[in-house]
């Protein structure tokens, strides 16, 4: 089976690699900036959108042109790759799976990509990294590359500079370990398993959220681009880039945990985005709820689920384990013991009480117990007996149901 990893790694760019490196990062953002206003001046007179092709051949027009000849200094792939992120932002965007592509701005996500793996050479034993028109570049070593190189990418947060390789290596399909469990992702607990266990949320960004207001007020008073102004906004900036390292970490630790011990993991198919998009609404649907909702939705994009849910899945995929998706239908309001279907079941967010049956469990255990049931009935239908990981069979879970005190 294949694997794909990317490591990560901090560059040490001597001064003219940082200069070099925030031009070609400038350089690409132009690039993309420019080809996107094109592409909606096409748009709004009516013509078709310009395919990869067409943009490169721009490029290359842009590079050779007077007036944005300082172009051509920038490495030809990287910018090209620019164009096909374009190209992918647009086809998302007609998918319907983002919003219209927006312009880049300076220090929002500062990277570029070189594509091709014959122009990088890696030198592991000597921590350094060949890349063209940069040279050879220093980095701080804490892992060893596994497999070939596939392509690269520069980048940089909170003022440092960061290279994550890309690879690609054959490995043996792992046969997974341990049982099947299902999870219920919340606000109070961030994941709670059907067999009981659960993880607290880190919420990272509350924790910080002081300092951020702090600095943010000091960088306003600031007269703009002045040298106080600068320092204040780099200040904030390293706020930023803490906050996502913690919850970076936060994640990574979780999703490791939960894919180490279970052949199979069912989730509700929320749709994340659907949910923290829905509360301000637009001015002709004002969204209901707002000032609730919009703490709802700063809680689940703090606690980042989409990130948590990508890690699970390939996290699980390397292990040759299960992540199965279920449509999130009464998994809170059904009775695990029963089977009866009721609002009244929830009696607070906490507690679940089954009106029927009597049946008291943690609400959110409740949830992963029909997640997982919903998960097996699924996977039943999609996958033949004669394949399914004996251990995914089991429902090991249920033992949730033995507890029924009826
Ligand atoms: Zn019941």
Not at 98 to 125: N, V
Not at 181 to 186: A, F, L, N, P
Not at 240 to 254: E, M, P, Q, V, Y
Request: some cysteine; proline content about 3%; aromatic content about 10%.
């Amino acid at each position: 089976m294949q694997r794909l990893q990317a490591y990560k790694y901090e560059l040490m760019p001597d001064g003219q690699q940082e200069r070099q490196m925030r031009r070609f990062a400038g350089s690409c953002r132009f690039v993309y900036n420019k080809a996107l206003a094109l592409q909606k001046e096409r748009y709004e007179q009516g013509e078709k959108k310009l395919g990869y092709a067409g943009l490169c051949k721009l490029l290359t027009e842009w590079r050779n042109s007077a007036e944005t000849a300082w172009l051509a200094d920038a490495p030809v792939h990287p910018l090209q790759q620019t164009l096909k992120d374009l190209e992918r932002a647009y086809t998302n965007f007609f998918a319907k799976r983002a919003d219209f592509p927006r312009f880049k701005k300076k220090g929002q996500s500062d990277s570029f990509r070189y594509p091709d793996p014959k122009q990088i050479k890696l030198d592991h034993g000597n921590n350094r990294l060949f890349l063209p028109k940069l040279g050879w570049l220093r980095y701080r070593n804490s892992r060893e590359v596994l497999g070939v190189v596939k392509n690269v990418t520069v980048s940089q947060s909170g003022g440092k500079w960061f290279v994550s390789i890309q690879t690609e290596r054959e490995v043996e399909q792992p046969i997974a370990q341990g049982g099947a469990v299902g999870i219920d992702m919340g606000i109070t607990r961030f994941v709670t398993l059907s067999d009981g266990a659960f993880y607290a949320p880190l919420h990272s960004f509350k924790r910080h959220e002081a300092a951020l207001r702090k600095a943010q007020q000091a960088m306003s008073r600031k007269t703009k681009f002045s040298t106080n102004w600068k320092k204040a906004k780099a200040r904030l900036q390293r706020i930023h880039s803490r906050i996502g390292n913690a919850r970076r970490d936060f994640l990574h630790k979780t999703s490791t945990a939960i894919s180490q011990n279970h052949a199979m993991v069912c989730i509700e198919d929320l749709q994340v985005r659907n949910m923290s998009r829905s509360a301000a609404g637009s001015t002709e649907t004002p969204g209901k709820n707002v000032r609730a909702k919009s703490g709802l939705n700063k809680s689940i994009l703090d606690q980042g689920w989409f990130e948590f849910r990508r890690q699970l899945d390939y996290k699980l995929a390397w292990r040759g384990a299960w992540l199965v998706a279920v449509a999130p239908q009464n998994t809170s309001r059904t009775c695990p013991c029963c089977g009866h279907v009721s609002a009244d079941n929830r009696k607070t967010q906490a507690q679940f009480l089954c009106v029927e049956c009597g049946f008291e469990e943690n609400a959110d255990v409740v949830g992963a117990i029909n997640v997982l049931r919903a998960g097996h009935a699924r996977f039943a239908c999609e996958v033949s007996g004669a394949v399914m990981p004996p251990a995914a069979g089991t429902h090991r879970s249920d033992s949730g149901a033995a507890q029924c005190l009826h």
